[in-house]
Each structure stands twice: as structure tokens, then as C-alpha cells.
């Protein structure tokens, strides 16, 4: 763990390291089918494009998630209550947490925990400036793994972690049950969780929400080749792939892949990866579920649900979850 001073914020850093990516890299790749992590979509680039796609008229979650937790935040900060230290799981910009910061002047501190460097210290600075009195602990960190949380100089009443945009369905069955186990640990024994999930619902919704008119997301998803070729030599040819997402009613999700158009050999790190024309490239898996649908999943890795809040049109929920007695 390194300990960095960026201007008012003191930075921990769990960022893995190249060589571990690497290997995560070429190991997904000779899987069939290939896929790659969604965890390497997020590079400067990659980050802002994100952010695009949550202003496009079709991604409906970011919008709707933000109005429940403006009409519901009351609500919300009265389960989150007094002192208590917020844990931010993928923080991104921290848009959102602003919502419940606003009605929570008396927490101990914040903590967003976020694997884009960049983008992490420009939140926490961005936080820090727009609430003077809140001490802000960020952590980079990948949030799959257990991670130690930093002390506040105030003793907390309590750890919720907060976890919005409905990143959970970006995990598979056994990867969101460990997820939230790890949320689980990290709360510790009176903990709660507010969680962002989003609903199954029609799948042209859906999958406009993913295949957006000006290209956004094709981008986002292009944008992971560029990423990989910086960051660890590969030599994709962006030119060569293109976006598809599909609705998997099997699995109550929107599969994003990127296929290959012609058969071409890509090397990463000295390796030889071959694709053929038409093999497709799992970049993402996103999960949709209903009400009962996640609480069962959150009651399987240690959590009891305690209340729902939910849009009139029921396209998105926000939960909130309590530690169950161990
Ligand atoms: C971050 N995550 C919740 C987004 C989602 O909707 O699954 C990522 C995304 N991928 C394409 N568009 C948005």
C-alpha cells in the first residue's frame, strides 16, 4: 500500500500492479469465449465517455436513479443516521454521494474507493472543496477484494457503505454474492448498505439504453482495445471490432460484446491471441433484476433487506440493507 499527499487529500493506494493486469488480461483472453473484465473500461477516456453515456436520452438508470434519491434522500440519510463513516464502492465522480451528503452535515468521514486513479483524486478534491468540514479518506483500490479502511480522526457510529448506479449487475451470480460479501465485511456487524439496482424491464428499453443512437457506448466499448494497447502493448485494431448489445433473457441481462470482423492474430505482451471472423469478445455483462430478484441474492452474502424506493415507472431501485447478525 502506498500513502500519497495530493494537494488536501491523502491518497491509499492498492492499484494493482501491471504485471498482475497482464496476466488477467491474457488469461480471460484464451477463455472461451473471450472476455475481458469491465474493470479495464474505465482509463481517463474511458471515464469520461462513461459520463457521456450518462446524460444520453436512452441510458435511463443515471437519471432516474438521481431523482430517487433527490425524492427519497431524507429517507435515506435518516437510515444511513448520526456519524457514521460512508464507504463509496466505485466511486466514479461522486455525483451522486452528493445527493446524500447534502442531508448528512454530521458524518465522520467519507470514503470513496475507486480503481481510476485520476478520476478518484479529482472527486475527492472536488468533495473536500465543496464540504469544508467533511474529512475525505479516498482509496484506490479494486473494491472485489477486501481492503482495510482508513481511520477517521472522529470515531464513527457506524460504516454504510453506498453503492449507487446499479454497478452490482455488472457481476455475475458468484461474483456479486462475493461483492457483497466483501461490503458485508467491510460495514462490519451494524453496517447498512444503500445500493442502486436496476429492473428488468422491455427489452427495447433495454437494449437502446446499451446501442445509443450518437455511438456513445459503441465507443465506451471500443475504447477498451485503446486502453489495453497503452496500457500493456497489445496491438488491437480498433477498426476491426465492432459493438453489439444483446438482451440474454436466459440470464436477465444485456450482454455487451465486441466482434471481430475479420480474422486477426493480436499480440499482448509476446503472445499470439487469435480471433476468427465473427468471434465475439464478452466486454460486459449487465444484470437486470426484480425487487425479490436481488434480495434474495443480498440475503445469500449476509444482508437483510429493510426498504425499497422505486421510480413510478419501476425502471430502477435503490435498497437499503442492514448487516445480518453473524
Ligand atoms: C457501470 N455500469 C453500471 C454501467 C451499466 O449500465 O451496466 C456500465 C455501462 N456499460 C454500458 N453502458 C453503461
Redesign the pocket.
Known amino acids: 500500500m502506498r500513502t500519497r499527499q495530493s494537494s488536501n487529500v491523502a491518497l491509499r493506494d492498492y492499484h494493482p500492479a501491471q504485471t498482475l493486469l497482464v496476466k488477467d488480461v491474457l488469461q480471460s483472453l484464451q477463455r472461451t469465449p473471450k472476455q475481458l473484465s469491465p474493470m479495464y473500461f474505465y482509463d481517463e477516456r474511458g471515464s469520461q465517455l ?1 459520463d457521456q ?1 450518462c446524460e444520453l436520452p436512452e ?1 435511463y ?1 443515471t437519471r432516474t436513479e438521481t431523482r430517487i434519491l433527490e425524492v427519497h434522500g431524507d429517507d435515506i440519510a435518516s437510515r444511513i443516521g448520526s456519524n457514521a463513516l460512508l464507504v463509496e464502492f466505485g466511486s466514479g465522480a461522486s455525483q451522486k454521494t452528493r445527493l446524500v451528503l447534502d442531508r448528512l452535515p454530521d458524518l465522520a468521514a467519507y470514503v470513496p474507493v475507486d480503481i481510476s486513479r485520476s478520476h478518484l483524486i479529482a472527486a475527492a478534491k472536488s468533495i473536500s472543496t465543496s464540504y469544508p468540514g467533511l474529512e475525505v479518506l479516498p482509496v484506490c483500490a479494486d473494491f472485489t477484494q477486501s481492503f482495510a479502511l482508513p481511520k477517521p480522526a472522529s470515531a464513527p457510529s457506524r460504516v454504510v457503505v453506498f453503492f449507487p ?3 452490482i ?2 457481476f455475475d451470480r458468484d461474483a456479486a454474492i462475493n461483492l457483497l460479501r466483501v461490503m458485508r465485511k467491510v460495514a462490519g456487524p451494524n453496517g447498512g448498505l444503500v445500493i442502486g439496482v ?1 429492473l428488468i424491464k422491455d427489452i427495447p428499453t433495454l437494449e437502446r439504453a ?1 446501442d445509443d443512437a450518437a455511438g456513445v ?1 459503441a465507443a ?1 466499448n471500443l475504447n477498451v482495445l485503446r486502453h489495453l494497447n497503452r496500457e500493456i502493448g497489445a496491438n488491437f485494431d480498433l477498426q476491426s471490432f465492432r459493438h453489439e448489445a444483446k438482451w440474454a433473457p436466459d440470464h436477465n441481462r444485456i450482454e ?1 460484446h465486441l466482434v471481430s470482423m475479420r480474422a486477426q492474430d493480436v499480440t499482448i505482451a509476446g503472445e499470439k491471441i487469435h480471433f476468427a471472423a465473427g468471434e465475439h469478445l464478452v466486454t ?1 455483462h ?1 444484470h437486470k433484476y426484480s425487487p425479490n430478484g436481488f434480495l434474495s441474492l443480498a440475503e445469500a452474502s449476509g444482508w437483510v433487506g429493510q426498504e425499497i424506493w422505486m421510480d413510478e415507472r419501476r425502471l430502477f431501485s435503490v435498497h437499503y440493507l442492514e448487516s445480518a447478525v453473524d
Open positions: 462513461f453515456i441510458y438508470p448506479g446499479s454497478t449487475g455488472n436496476d446499451y457506448t465506451f455487451m460486459e449487465c
